[in-house]
């Protein structure tokens, strides 16, 4: 693991298409904004294997009638 050191609004690039930018902090979390393709599944650790499933049925479905107009 990588692990980087960070200011607010400063970013980490992973490959050519994700970008990471930590937002704010409030308290002890930190804001983490994340820009990546509509194709790329942005889902938190935290979520079970089935929660992300439904999650990716659910976009693909959404990107689907999106598509039909």
Do not use: W, Y
């Not at 609004?9 to 930590?22: H, L, P, Q, R, W």
């Not at 409030?26 to 194709?39: L, T, Y």
């Not at 929660?51 to 990107?63: C, G, I, P």
């Amino acid at each position: 693991m990588l692990v980087l050191g960070r200011k607010e609004n400063e970013s980490i690039i992973i490959g050519d298409t994700i970008k990471v930018t930590i937002v704010g902090r409030c308290g002890a979390s930190v804001r983490v904004g994340i820009q990546a393709p509509k194709e790329i599944p942005v889902v938190r650790e935290e979520l079970s294997s089935s929660e992300r499933d439904s999650f990716a049925k659910v976009k693909d479905l959404s990107e689907t009638t999106h598509s039909l107009g």
